[in-house]
């Protein structure tokens, strides 16, 4: 791997152990993947920010790094957390949990990591554009921004996007390299267009293609954020797509020619099939909105859905998870969900110790319906939200 004389001098310690200490891993991650360079980035996201994933070995780690004086240089972003941090005694999280896990956040927070706790900051405040080369480490949003933005990230691990944060550039391999953009696999898609759609659909293409670089054909055109956000929500978790292309959809998809690769079908049957797989129990004591996190959009049409009802007595609790951003610019929608149970931020029914609470969990998506039952223990519904809803009201 070749090397600028600056970043040698940053290899050899000559500024600072925690610089040296990052690049080292970059290096390394460069030697395995073949880069021949190191790329400049123009943000960082980085997960591994819960306390229930990361525990004492993670918290031991980033008291390290900060006791070495390291320190952000592009943008940088955080994902979910292990509760709300002024709301979580309503998600019965205990004190010892509390202080583990504000302690993480403050850590992030020394390193001049933007404390948002999302994984949507690309509805703001980080938002990638075209081309911008990144290192980002949620899987859900690291695809969005891929696909939905055409901005260019690999699938990084949470130590390698720190790295890359502290250094402002990442190993130049993979997925920051055009040849390796280009689909492999078409699919030819005939779904309803409703978010749940995309979801199932999600679920059924990450099953089938691992991960390969899908290419839609069939999708509704005015597939948005909330769809689009979906979509490679389900297959980072039933796969590990970290990019794919919709003709009419996404910006990189006219630049290929399709015609000879291998077609997979998705239709009716394997929704029925990938809804099947995800449904594990029609009797739930949580109901978790929000994975990925909620958008405005989404909470507006929740507000619209809820507004007049009343919640029935002894029925399912509900979490609605979102930013602390989007949940104080709804201030007036929020009021409305606030009936029927708390507007969380910072964290989600995934990252959170519900297991300590819950056993039987529903959710709209695809992703906690995947991840629910390995890393939480749940038994899972996964409906669409007005479905689940009006198991409630
Ligand atoms: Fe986000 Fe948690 Fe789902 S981090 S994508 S809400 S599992």
């Not at 008291?63 to 390291?70: H, L």
């Not at 943008?75 to 292990?82: A, D, E, H």
């Not at 990925?292 to 009343?310: D, N, R, S, V």
């Not at 029914?349 to 319906?369: C, H, L, Q, W, Y």
């Amino acid at each position: 791997m070749e090397l600028r004389v600056d970043e040698e001098r940053i290899l050899n310690g000559e500024e600072g152990e925690s610089r040296q200490k990052a690049m080292e891993l970059l290096v390394a991650l460069g030697k395995v993947y073949g880069a021949e360079n190191l790329i400049g980035i123009t943000s960082a996201h980085l997960s591994g920010a819960s306390y229930k994933t990361i525990g004492e070995g993670g918290l031991k780690y980033l008291t390290d790094q900060v006791e070495g004086g390291a320190k952000v240089t592009v943008p940088s972003t955080l994902n979910p957390v292990g509760m709300d941090l002024g709301r979580w005694k309503e998600m019965h999280i205990t004190e010892h949990f509390a202080m583990k896990q504000r302690k993480i956040v403050e850590l992030y927070g020394k390193m001049n990591v933007m404390t948002t706790c999302t994984c949507t900051p690309y509805v703001g405040p980080n938002i990638p554009k075209f081309g911008d080369h990144v290192a980002w480490s949620e899987s859900s949003a690291l695809s969005f921004v891929n696909s939905f933005i055409g901005a260019r990230t690999n699938r990084e691990g949470g130590p390698g996007a720190l790295a890359a944060a502290i250094i402002g550039k990442t190993a130049n391999y993979g997925l920051h390299l055009e040849e390796n953009r280009v689909p492999s696999v078409l699919i030819d898609a005939d779904i309803d267009g409703s978010v749940f759609s995309y979801s199932l659909l999600g679920q059924a293409v990450g099953s089938r293609v691992g991960k390969r670089i899908p290419y839609f054909r069939g999708l509704p055109k005015d597939t948005g954020t909330e769809e689009a956000k979906s979509l490679s929500a389900a297959m980072a978790a039933s796969g590990a797509v970290a990019l794919w292309h919709a003709e009419g959809v996404t910006p990189e998809a006219k630049n290929y020619d399709v015609s000879d690769l291998e077609v997979i079908h998705i239709g009716e049957k394997e929704l029925k099939d990938a809804y099947g797989q995800l449904n594990t129990t029609e009797d739930i004591q949580l109901i978790a909105l929000g994975c990925p996190h909620l958008t405005e959009k989404e909470i507006h049409e929740i507000a619209a859905m809820l507004k007049g009802k009343k919640k029935r007595p002894g029925t399912a609790e509900i979490w609605f998870c979102t930013s602390a951003a989007i949940r104080e610019k709804c201030a007036k929608d929020v009021k409305i969900l606030e009936e029927f149970g708390p507007v969380l931020a910072d964290t989600c029914m995934v990252v959170a110790p519900i297991e300590g609470t819950f056993s039987r969990t529903g959710t709209n998506s695809a992703k906690a319906g995947n991840y629910l039952p390995t890393l939480c223990s749940q038994r899972v519904m996964c409906k669409d939200i007005a479905q689940l809803m009006e198991a409630v009201y």
